[in-house]
């Protein structure tokens, strides 16, 4: 049995989408476990949730960017796809933080790192993007830790 919570809630999901005869959810839930299923190979461990959620943030993250390059492309079908691709991905990620405990987590980071200038970047990522991956946009995150140091 699956020491991750969310791998197991993943699963459980898969079959009840086969029983419904939900294809299209189905599909979106082999890929993620797919996902999951290839790492877990590849470097002979069982992953924890931790771990899930920075694969399914990966897999959002393409999906937002197949969003940009389609949408430029004038390939509305293919957006529809992505979105309800990326809608499905979204319902197994924590929930997003605000904007304020964005914010307040990197005045916390920049504080805790003794961070002045933008060289100190680097420390201040790693101390945000434990607590903050999968509940924002890291280049966001980082768009913003740059116009604090700048």
Do not use: H, W
């Not at 979106?28 to 790492?39: G, H, T």
């Not at 060289?119 to 116009?147: E, N, Y």
């Amino acid at each position: 049995m699956p020491d991750s919570a969310l791998k197991s809630r993943l699963l459980s999901d898969m079959k009840s989408s086969m029983k419904s005869g939900d294809k299209g959810r189905l599909l979106v839930i082999r890929n993620m476990l797919s996902a999951i299923k290839q790492i877990e190979v590849d470097e002979r461990i069982e992953l924890d949730d931790a771990r899930v959620i920075v694969v399914l943030d990966k897999m959002s993250k393409q999906r937002r960017e197949s969003i940009t390059q389609f949408t430029t492309a004038g390939r509305d079908d293919l957006v529809q796809v992505e979105t309800t691709e990326l809608e499905i991905i979204q319902e197994y990620m924590p929930e997003a933080l605000s904007d304020d405990e964005i914010n307040s987590a990197i005045e916390d980071a920049i504080s805790t790192s003794a961070a002045s200038s933008i060289k100190d970047m680097g420390k201040v990522m790693g101390i945000l993007k434990p607590r903050l991956q999968g509940r924002a946009d890291m280049g966001k995150v980082s768009q913003l830790i740059k116009s604090r140091l700048a």
